[in-house]
């Protein structure tokens, strides 16, 4: 028991230092020798000024951008606080939260159906993805919006449309912040147009 | 349900079975003490950690011994997490300035991650500092999967040993596990993973200043409506990758994040994904080669293993074809599966992974003990999310924790033969040792603790509405099945959640680290008891009255017996929970 108890305590110490210090330096040091851009969250600058994360989903709620999916993280997409609403299929609220979002959508397209993942958010209320169905719902808003003529967004959607991953992984998926970029070559968008 | 879904499912299991078959192999000679190929780079590290803390190499201990050393090892490591949290803001790597953690939580988390269960009460992006997480948690996350392994292998040789009262060394297998199997594993998976875009570092939150600013109303501290513009994001960081890693290899399931395995930098494609469901699974599954190897029977390891699949896809399907349902109570939704969309419930769930590995990794999460989530199973559809909660209540025997899964199962594998031998009016053997009352006995009390901490607690919770009910998030029949899950996650230590459920407060951080410490160790002693007790007996050889234990007879068996003892037990509460919400859905009721 006592020789027990010693070598419990002795394990911990030696192993803590292990695994728990040596073994994340180790590859972290390992992660920016050969992942470097990556191992530091794929973070995209514009003007020197860090504008966020290609893989972090971002709000994006003007007319004249795709929008991103709802998000319960935090106010929405607060990527200090991920997370999902937990709602489950019969909370009250829920269905409320959906409606209103339909209702909103389809302002512009009366009666279309609106793709699922545009009014549903996601686990991780940072989903930097939308389905290919959701942004080609918004290719007539954003036209209109942007005076551009409807093959070209969606051709602009096309090219960022990641396909499944080695051909059969995952979904296929459009990264917003990725797509509103390169639509913001081509299509500024007011400054505070949300404001009052 | 598409058929790309099937396609991805296939893929998934073939790796596996790929895989499981050398790794078992490996591991088996590690744990008989053969030469493997890395010998000469491990014994030297081996020996001089002996030297360190003191072990004697070749001492044998009796079951008492094995299960004093783990519980005092486990006391020990769960102080030291304690001490940390509570003293992370006087600590190092701590750029964020995160203060000390509160005392119940620090218990919650500190028993929660002992025990392998990693359920969390907290937000981890701002509660635990980079410290705290490595030194306090990830090094948990090798410590309780390497003790879960090392408790399967005593087991094992209880099984196989002749007349002999010793079941191995635990420090030997404890560290034998960590630096043969877990930690290079985990080197090679985590470089996978940094590689697919999961982050490795150790800088202060990045901020960034955002495309589109938003303005967002808020009730303001005078009561009047205010409106906030936010132009700032504050992106986490950490050292994600390296606990990412041992999180799943381990069996444990504590996200980095609180999104867990749904947030973009611990799961960010696909790829990574398969790999995290892989991680979880190639350790049990090997294990059962493990037991084929070790008991000299390859067919009676892979007649369990036979039995696992067969309670995986038979979850699995279920979990698939609710959630690739639409919810009726939408309208004006499009939620079919179109070659664009993967249709479905999406409400919880990425894009990237959709329905399919939705489903996938929520069943596979749940058969083992990890409790990585990458989808919000407290959105799942009513029977969706009875999957992840049933496979926890069948006692995470379908390929199970890293050791854990197996020696669970193994004690189902007791009961069946004691029920074969009861039909036929013999007494019972497993591989040559005789089952007797002793041994039943300790089968039974490693049975019923399970549903006895699950239900009592569940019941507390229930009827009291200031420190129970007031947690919940969801209403109705939903919020039955949001308490019973986190018992039973907690007493199977399996650590996922129907999230929903506020837990960090005095009542749940308190009943479920209870539930977390009594699902652990209270069932470890009789199983080391029994352990123990099998490797006193004599070997007799087999004669025709013995139930082969090889045979698909064996494994149907066995199946049926793990259901009807967690169908028996569980069934009356779940028809309260899920199945109630099922039927209420799709009559249109809301809560």
């Known amino acids: 028991m006592h020789k027990n108890l010693v070598t419990s305590v002795l394990y911990t110490v030696v192993t803590a230092l292990l695994l728990g210090i040596a073994y994340p330096v180790f590859m972290a040091a390992l992660a920016h020798m050969l992942f470097p851009y990556k191992a530091d969250g794929q973070l995209l600058t514009k003007n020197g000024e860090v504008i966020g994360s290609r893989i972090i989903g971002q709000s994006f709620t003007g007319p004249g951008y795709f929008h991103s999916r709802p998000s319960a993280a935090g106010t929405g997409y607060d990527a200090t606080s991920s997370g999902g609403s937990n709602y489950a299929a019969t909370n009250a609220k829920y269905i409320a939260r959906v409606e209103a979002n339909v209702l909103n959508l389809q302002k512009n397209d009366p009666g279309i159906a609106v793709p699922v993942d545009l009014v549903t958010t996601s686990g991780s209320g940072l989903d930097p993805d939308i389905t290919p169905a959701a942004a080609e719902f918004q290719v007539p808003r954003v036209a209109k919006e942007c005076g551009l003529s409807i093959p070209v967004v969606e051709d602009m959607v096309r090219k960022h449309t990641e396909s499944r991953q080695f051909g059969f992984l995952g979904e296929p998926r459009v990264n917003v912040l990725e797509l509103n970029l390169a639509l913001l070559a081509v299509c500024p968008q007011e400054a505070d147009q949300s404001l009052p | ?591």
């Not at chain 2, 504590?254 to 395995?261: D, I, R, V």
């Open chain 2, 1 to 591: 349900m598409a058929p790309n879904g099937w396609l991805q499912i296939a893929v998934f299991f073939g790796a596996l079975l790929v895989i499981a078959k050398p790794l078992g192999v490996y591991m088996a000679k590690v744990f008989e003490g053969e030469r493997t190929f890395a010998d000469r780079f491990f014994n030297p590290i081996e020996r001089l950690l002996y030297r360190l803390t003191g072990v004697n190499e070749t001492h044998e201990m009796r079951w008492t011994e094995y299960c004093v050393a783990m519980l005092l090892f486990s006391a020990v490591t769960m102080l030291l997490t304690y001490g940390i949290e509570r003293l992370q803001h006087l600590l190092p790597f701590n750029p964020q300035h995160l203060g000390a953690v509160a005392p119940d939580l620090a218990f919650n988390t500190a028993v929660s991650f002992t025990t392998n269960t990693n359920w969390q009460s907290y937000v981890p992006e701002t509660t635990m500092s980079y410290l705290t997480q490595m030194l306090g948690l990830a090094t948990h996350n090798f410590w309780s999967g390497a003790t879960g392994i090392a408790l399967a292998i005593a087991l094992i040789r209880g099984i196989t040993r002749k007349e002999k009262n010793t079941l191995g060394n635990f420090w030997v297998d404890m560290t034998r596990a960590t630096l043969r199997v877990l930690l290079p594993l985990s080197v090679v998976c985590s470089l996978l993973l940094v590689s697919q875009g999961v982050i490795q570092n150790f800088k202060p939150y990045t901020t960034a200043h955002v495309v589109d600013a938003q303005t967002t109303t808020a009730t303001g501290a005078d009561g009047k409506p205010a409106t906030q513009k936010i132009t700032e994001q504050t992106i986490a960081q950490g050292p994600v990758a390296s606990q990412e890693a041992i999180k799943m290899l381990g069996t444990n399931g504590g996200g980095f994040f609180n999104a867990n395995s749904a947030h973009p930098f611990e799961n960010p494609t696909p790829f990574t994904n398969l790999l995290e469901m892989l991680s979880i699974f190639v350790i049990p599954a090997g294990f059962t080669v493990v037991l084929g190897r070790m008991t000299k029977s390859p067919r009676h390891g892979w007649a369990i293993f036979a039995a696992m699949a067969v309670l995986f896809f038979g979850g699995l399907c279920v979990a698939y074809r609710a959630e690739s349902q639409p919810n009726p109570l939408l309208h004006g939704v499009n939620q079919q599966v179109t070659a664009s969309q993967s249709g479905g419930n999406m409400e919880g769930k990425e894009v990237r992974f959709g329905i399919a590995n939705s489903a996938l990794f929520a069943t596979v999460t749940t058969d083992a003990s990890c409790g990585a989530v990458n989808a919000m199973h407290d959105s799942f559809m009513p029977l969706g999310g009875l999957v992840p909660l049933v496979n926890i209540m069948l006692g995470e025997v379908v390929f199970g924790g890293v050791g854990a899964g197996l020696y669970g199962m193994l004690i189902m594998v007791v009961l069946t033969v004691f029920i074969a031998g009861l039909m036929v009016g013999r007494t019972p053997e497993y591989l040559g040792k005789k089952i007797e009352a002793y041994d039943v006995k300790m089968a039974m009390l490693y049975v019923l603790i399970f549903p006895l901490c699950i239900l009592v607690f569940s019941a507390i919770a229930c009827l009291s509405p200031t420190y129970g009910l007031s947690s919940l998030n969801n209403a109705g029949p939903h919020g039955l099945s949001e308490i019973l899950y986190a018992f039973t996650s907690a007493t199977g230590n399996n650590g996922s959640a129907f999230a929903g459920l506020n837990a960090n407060t005095h009542f749940y951080n308190l009943t479920l680290g209870a539930a977390m410490l009594i699902g652990r160790f209270l069932m470890i002693v009789p199983m080391l008891a029994l352990a123990g007790n099998l490797a006193t007996k004599k070997l007799v050889p087999p004669s025709s009255g013995t139930f082969p234990v090889t045979t698909p007879l064996f494994a149907g068996l066995l199946v049926s017996v793990i259901i009807i003892v967690g169908a028996l037990t569980f069934f009356p509460v779940l028809s309260l929970g899920p199945i109630l919400e099922h039927l209420l859905l799709f009559a249109g009721k809301v809560f």
